[in-house]
């Protein structure tokens, strides 16, 4: 789980001791790492009692670093007013993150200026070739599809992206599992530049050796970076010049976005 750092909220009777900061900072994480997520949800994993998690969710919401929204309605259930859940604001992915995105859209904007897109490009397959070798070690050969999308969850967790991994569609045509990336380190760099989701995007096709599809990205203003992983046997490399509107590995999903490109793909701020 990624380390966070909320901001400090006063209290009646002064701030907070440094043993609640630890436990707001678990609470933070854990909403970066699950959202949308319930108060409930939270308590159970982090072994808290469910008043104090909703004290410190109340108080994040009042700093502005989590947000409040009805739930999915897949998740509304049984009579009365559903739980709330929780997911992480701009602000509060602005206090996880750990700097250098200045100098980083700086430096992207004059490669691109002086080398033209494509350098943009190169230059996003290389960021990733790095991070892709340790993904691989770290996802076991030969296993399932689910396994090998919960164990690249692990590892990506690892490096700060506050990964999970979740069954979507069981017993249908779009059984698949989902990887949930809750923080993006370079989000600010990739809302100007969307050839870093493409480009990891296409890391984790070759990781789990099958197509992937984007659904959803922090850099496109969603709540969530969301990647359909379709529940089918893995191959030796995924085929990035396939046509990706037909052929046996198309995700069976509906979706709004092109293809497999990301929904950012083609903007600049």
């Given at each position: 789980?990624?380390?966070?750092?909320?901001?400090?909220?006063?209290?009646?009777?002064?701030?907070?001791?440094?043993?609640?900061?630890?436990?707001?900072?678990?609470?933070?994480?854990?909403v970066a790492e699950l959202g949308p997520?319930?108060?409930?949800?939270?308590?159970?994993?982090?072994?808290?009692?469910?008043?104090?998690?909703?004290?410190?969710?109340?108080?994040?919401?009042?700093?502005?670093?989590?947000?409040?929204?009805?739930?999915?309605?897949?998740?509304?259930?049984?009579?009365?007013?559903?739980?709330?859940?929780?997911?992480?604001?701009?602000?509060?992915?602005?206090?996880?993150?750990?700097?250098?995105?200045?100098?980083?859209?700086?430096?992207?904007?004059?490669?691109?200026?002086?080398?033209?897109?494509?350098?943009?490009?190169?230059?996003?397959?290389?960021?990733?070739?790095?991070?892709?070798?340790?993904?691989?070690?770290?996802?076991?050969?030969?296993?399932?599809?689910?396994?090998?999308?919960?164990?690249?969850?692990?590892?990506?967790?690892?490096?700060?992206f506050s990964a999970s991994a979740r069954?979507?569609?069981?017993?249908?045509?779009?059984?698949?599992?989902?990887?949930?990336?809750?923080?993006?380190?370079?989000?600010?760099?990739?809302?100007?530049?969307?050839?870093?989701?493409?480009?990891?995007?296409?890391?984790?096709?070759?990781?789990?050796?099958?197509?992937?599809?984007?659904?959803?990205?922090?850099?496109?203003?969603?709540?969530?970076?969301?990647?359909?992983?379709?529940?089918?046997?893995?191959?030796?490399?995924?085929?990035?010049?396939?046509?990706?509107?037909?052929?046996?590995?198309?995700?069976?999903?509906?979706?709004?976005?092109?293809?497999?490109?990301?929904?950012?793909?083609?903007?600049?701020?």
């Amino acid at each position: 789980m990624v380390r966070v750092t909320s901001p400090r909220a006063t209290r009646t009777g002064g701030e907070p001791s440094a043993a609640e900061l630890r436990t707001r900072t678990r609470v933070h994480a854990a909403v970066a790492e699950l959202g949308p997520v319930s108060a409930a949800r939270i308590a159970t994993l982090l072994g808290l009692s469910g008043p104090a998690v909703r004290r410190h969710l109340d108080a994040m919401v009042t700093e502005g670093v989590v947000e409040a929204r009805e739930p999915r309605p897949a998740q509304r259930r049984g009579r009365g007013r559903p739980a709330r859940e929780f997911v992480v604001s701009s602000a509060g992915h602005d206090s996880m993150a750990a700097g250098y995105d200045d100098l980083a859209l700086a430096a992207l904007s004059y490669l691109a200026q002086v080398q033209g897109p494509e350098a943009v490009a190169t230059f996003a397959e290389q960021r990733f070739a790095a991070l892709e070798a340790h993904l691989s070690a770290a996802v076991p050969a030969g296993a399932s599809t689910s396994e090998r999308v919960e164990a690249l969850a692990a590892a990506l967790a690892a490096q700060g992206f506050s990964a999970s991994a979740r069954p979507v569609g069981g017993g249908t045509g779009a059984e698949g599992t989902q990887l949930c990336q809750g923080h993006c380190p370079v989000r600010r760099v990739a809302e100007a530049f969307p050839e870093l989701c493409e480009a990891e995007r296409r890391a984790f096709e070759r990781v789990l050796g099958t197509r992937v599809q984007r659904l959803a990205t922090l850099a496109h203003g969603d709540h969530v970076c969301t990647t359909h992983v379709p529940h089918e046997a893995p191959r030796d490399r995924a085929p990035q010049d396939q046509d990706p509107h037909r052929g046996p590995h198309q995700t069976p999903l509906a979706v709004t976005t092109a293809g497999n490109q990301t929904p950012t793909e083609g903007r600049r701020l």
